[in-house]
């Protein structure tokens, strides 16, 4: 009994170094859930390990899912936020008798009707609405509060807060992209490999998982071209870029 706790120990020590030098951050994380609640009972620190491999998506970060499991955990988050596309598209279509233009009143209705219908965007579609999106009606901060709750949950982001920490929050998350986005168009897309390719898609609301890796490139590639065409003051198209170009590429609505 006694060699069976002295090699758990050293075991024990052994992880909590290699958890230190390759993933400080998740070692901080640990390091708290363990000095939590649930270590207060006497050896309930090792049911942590238990629990991690009961429950892998929730208390496990990406680096430690098997490939299998990061396709499915990738799915089912990709599943909530596909949920919301429907709404966000309905929320586009009631605001379009409030926009004077009648010009980006006919683009807003055509391209809503074309993302319904099942087809892609191209990105003149997109960037012909530029001028609606940076003010009233579609403006971040003139935005209904139904409608950030269901960007939020687009973007991953919980929907349960006031809108306005909603809205900061979004400004914030687009802000980071947009340049994140310019930085990658100056380095160039070719200078990616296959998963920097992929996960950059997934960030930006296509589920990469299952699309080849030419073709994220091209997807990635029409994004940038929308992204890096974008004033600041027009963002808000951009956050609602992650439905309007990814809900019907390659299939992908299905």
């Not at 006694?2 to 290699?18: D, E, L, P, Q, W």
């Not at 309930?44 to 892998?56: D, E, G, K, R």
């Not at 980006?104 to 990105?123: E, F, S, V, Y």
Request: proline share 5%.
């Amino acid at each position: 009994m006694s060699y069976v706790v002295t090699k758990t120990k050293a075991i024990n020590g052994k992880y909590h170094r290699f958890l230190g030098r390759h993933f400080p951050r998740f070692y901080v994380l640990y390091t708290i859930f363990m000095k939590g609640i649930i270590s207060i009972p006497p050896f309930a620190n090792y049911l942590v390990f238990l629990l991690m491999y009961l429950f892998p998506r929730q208390l496990l970060i990406r680096h430690f899912w098997t490939p299998k499991q990061q396709t499915d955990f990738l799915d089912i988050y990709h599943a909530f936020r596909k949920r919301s596309h429907p709404e966000i598209i309905s929320y586009l279509e009631k605001v379009i008798p409030l926009i004077s233009d009648a010009g980006l009143r006919w683009h807003l209705t055509d391209l809503c009707t074309k993302i319904q219908r099942g087809t892609h965007p191209a990105i003149h579609d997109i960037l012909a609405l530029r001028e609606c999106f940076s003010n009233h009606p579609l403006g971040v901060n003139q935005l209904q509060a139904l409608h950030v709750k269901a960007l939020s949950r687009a973007m991953l982001l919980t929907s349960y807060l006031p809108p306005p920490l909603l809205r900061h929050r979004l400004k914030t998350r687009t802000t980071v992209i947009h340049q994140l986005d310019k930085a990658l168009a100056k380095l160039g897309i070719g200078q990616l490999t296959a998963q920097e390719v992929k996960s950059a898609c997934y960030l930006r609301g296509l589920n990469s998982t299952h699309i080849g890796e030419d073709r994220c490139r091209t997807w990635l590639g029409e994004w940038l071209q929308i992204s890096c065409s974008l004033k600041e003051t027009e963002l808000s198209l951009l956050l609602h870029n992650v439905v309007l170009l990814s809900t019907n590429y390659l299939g992908t609505r299905r």
